[in-house]
Structures are given as C-alpha cells and as structure tokens.
C-alpha cells in the first residue's frame, strides 16, 4: 500500500514533498483538496487535520502533517540514502535549522506577501 497525500498541486509545501519523493523514487497515491472551495475545513478534513492544511500524509494509518515533517519521515523510512538527511549531527543540524527557517520564517513571509498579490 503506498502512502496517500493529500495535496494541492500548486501549494509550496506540497510541492517540496513532490520533489522529495520524486528524488528517493517514491510512489505515492494523491487525494486533491480543493481549499479554494474551503474542502480543508469540513469536517472529515478536520478529523484528519485540525490544523486544516496540506500536505497531509496517511501512511497505512498512520496520519500526520506538515511538509517538513513528512519529508524527513519518508526519508527516514523509504530510503537507506542518508545524503538527503546526514546522520552527521553536523551536518543535519544545518538542515534542520533550514527547515525551521522555511516553516516559522520564509513561508509566512511569503504567503502574506503572495496572498495580496494573487
Ligand atoms: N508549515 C506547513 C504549511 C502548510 C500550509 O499552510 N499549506 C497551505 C497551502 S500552501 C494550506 O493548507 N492552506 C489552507 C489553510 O490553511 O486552511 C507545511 O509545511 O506543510
């Protein structure tokens, strides 16, 4: 069974996922939100998210949030490949805090900057 996202095409998150999963040759099975409708907030979405955003990943069950969680989750267990996310303390130190800058600074910069212009 591959792990099912739920996703929309356009969304930088989602699209960081595609990226990683496409890098270490990992099939997944795609669930469109429609979030211009507001699909994100009914209630079977709220079941699964309460934080009502994607991407979301349901693998076997196992359900979670959050691009940058997700993509060290599937590297940790779909690939032996440790050059994505070193084992070097280092060296993933220096990625983590990327990913921290991404998810508390330079994605909502940018989505309030962009959410005016589209
Ligand atoms: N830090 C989150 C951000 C996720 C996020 O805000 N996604 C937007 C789409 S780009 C979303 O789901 N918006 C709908 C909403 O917040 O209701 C991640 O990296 O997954």
Request: aromatic letters at 6%.
């Given at each position: 069974m591959v792990p099912i996202l739920y996703q929309v095409v356009t969304s930088p998150p989602c699209r960081a996922v595609f990226m990683l999963t496409r890098a270490i040759g990992l099939k997944l099975e795609l669930k469109d939100v429609n979030i211009t409708e507001r699909e994100q907030l009914k209630p079977e979405y709220l079941k699964l998210?309460?934080?009502?955003?994607?991407?979301l990943l349901d693998d076997d069950g196992f359900i979670f949030w959050d691009s940058h969680a997700i993509n060290v989750y599937l590297i940790n267990k779909y690939?032996?490949?440790?050059?994505?996310?070193?084992?070097?303390i280092k060296k993933r130190a220096i990625i983590d805090q990327r990913l921290h800058f991404d998810s508390g600074v330079a994605f909502s910069v940018l989505r309030r900057i962009s959410v005016g212009i589209v």
């Open positions: 998210n309460p934080q009502h955003t994607v991407p690939t032996n490949d440790s050059t994505l996310y070193p084992n070097d």
